[in-house]
């Protein structure tokens, strides 16, 4: 799965911004799909994922309320909106994709980010 992300730049304090995520194929089941930031000097922390088929949805504690994950398989998009933005979601995003998942795997396995095999190249957002 070949992963394009769009949609970073600037925003000031408590404002939004949209990022979103074209996929070469977006597996309608049994896939995770996920978005991550990274901060400099930080690790990659998961920001908010889809397990699809089900559309279980998880959030890392620092968005959640915030932002919100959703996808498109028709358009083979998923898209991460982001409100009340503050100076800690700096980050460069980046869109992810593992899967299948084994069938004894729960979902909350999407929110496991060192197996991913599939990454976008990231895209900037600034927040002051």
């Known amino acids: 799965v070949q992963l394009v992300e769009s949609g970073g730049g600037s925003a000031q304090t408590g404002g939004s911004l949209t990022l979103s995520c074209v996929a070469s194929r977006y597996p309608i089941s049994g896939f995770c799909m996920t978005w991550f930031r990274q901060r400099p000097g930080t690790q990659r922390e998961m920001v908010a994922s889809?397990?699809?088929?089900?559309?279980?949805?998880f959030y890392s504690g620092a968005v959640k309320g915030r932002f919100t994950v959703s996808g498109d398989p028709a358009r083979r998009i998923l898209t991460l909106n982001m409100n009340n933005l503050g100076p800690d979601d700096s980050a460069t995003y980046y869109c992810?994709?593992?899967?299948?998942?084994?069938?004894?795997?729960?979902?909350?396995?999407?929110?496991?980010?060192?197996?991913?095999?599939?990454w976008g190249q990231g895209t900037q957002v600034t927040v002051s």
């Open positions: 889809i397990y699809t088929g089900t559309e279980a949805k």
């Open positions: 992810a994709a593992k899967g299948p998942l084994e069938a004894w795997m729960p979902p909350s396995q999407c929110k496991e980010g060192s197996d991913y095999t599939n």
